[in-house]
C-alpha cells in the first residue's frame, strides 16, 4: 500500500526533472533565447507537461541563474550579460590554468595516452551535422568536454575539476552563440591539436597561455555584439 500511494509523487518528481533537463537544455543550446519570456502556454504545448510540474522545473533553473522570476508575470530565459562573460571567461583561464599545470606535473604516461586518445576521437567527430550551416553535433560536444576533461583530470584535486567543469557549464550558452558567429572560420581543431602538442612536450608555459587564448578566442567572438547590446 505505502508504494502505491508515494507513486503518484515518484511520478510527478520523474517529470519534473525530465522538463528541467530538457529546457536546461534548451537554454544552454540557445534554442530558447536569452531574454526571452517563457509563457506557462507555451511552455505547457510545446513540453507536453502540466502547470504544477513545469513551475517546479522553472523554480530548480531560476537557482541556476538560468531563468529569471518576473514580479507576477512568469519567468524569462536570464539575458546574456558582457560583464558575466568576461568574469566567467577570467575565472576559468585563473583556475583551468593551475588545474593544467598540476595535471602537467603529476600526469602519467598513461594520462598522456589518454589525452592522445581522446583528442584523436574529437577530431575525427564532425562539428557540425550539417557542413553548410552549424548544426550542433551532440556527439562532439560529448567528446568536447571529455578532451578538456582529460587535459586537467591529472591535478589531484576532486573540488578544482568540479568548479572547472561548472564554469564550462555556465560559460556553455555563450559558447553556442560563439560557434553559431564564426564555427567555420575558426580553426578550433588546430587550437586542439596545439594544445596537446604543448602538453606532450611538457612546455607549461605554452600549454597554459594556448589553452587560455583558446578560452579567450570564444569571449572575443561576441564581446562587440554584447557591447552593442
Not at 577570467?90 to 604516461?109: D, F, H, K, P
Not at 591539436?193 to 587560455?212: G, K, P
Request: a negative charge; aromatic letters at 6%.
Amino acid at each position: 500500500m505505502p508504494d502505491v500511494i508515494s507513486h503518484p509523487e515518484e511520478l510527478r518528481m520523474t517529470l519534473t526533472t525530465t522538463i528541467y533537463e530538457q529546457m536546461k537544455e534548451d537554454i544552454l543550446a540557445v534554442r530558447l533565447e536569452p531574454g526571452q519570456k517563457l509563457p506557462f502556454r507555451f511552455l505547457m504545448e510545446h513540453y507536453g507537461v502540466g502547470q504544477t510540474p513545469l513551475r517546479e522545473a522553472l523554480n530548480r533553473l531560476s537557482t541556476e541563474d538560468l531563468v529569471v522570476a518576473l514580479d507576477q508575470r512568469g519567468f524569462r530565459v536570464k539575458p546574456v550579460d558582457l560583464r558575466e562573460l568576461q568574469e566567467l571567461t577570467q575565472t576559468r583561464c585563473w583556475v583551468e590554468g593551475i588545474a593544467l599545470r598540476e595535471s602537467m606535473r603529476n600526469g602519467s604516461q598513461a594520462w598522456e595516452e589518454a589525452l592522445l586518445v581522446a583528442h584523436h576521437r574529437l577530431d575525427r567527430s564532425a562539428r557540425s551535422l550539417d557542413p553548410a550551416t552549424f548544426a550542433n553535433n551532440p556527439e562532439w560536444e560529448h567528446l568536447h568536454r571529455l578532451f578538456h576533461a582529460t587535459l586537467i583530470e591529472a591535478c589531484g584535486s576532486r573540488p578544482l575539476i568540479a568548479f572547472c567543469a561548472q564554469l564550462a557549464e555556465r560559460l556553455h550558452r555563450y559558447r553556442m552563440m560563439s560557434i553559431r558567429k564564426a564555427f567555420r572560420e575558426r580553426e578550433v581543431s588546430r587550437e586542439h591539436a596545439d594544445i596537446v602538442q604543448a602538453v606532450l612536450s611538457r612546455d607549461v608555459e605554452l600549454s597554459v597561455d594556448l589553452l587560455q587564448q583558446h578560452f579567450q578566442r570564444t569571449a572575443n567572438i561576441i564581446y562587440g555584439d554584447l557591447a552593442e547590446s
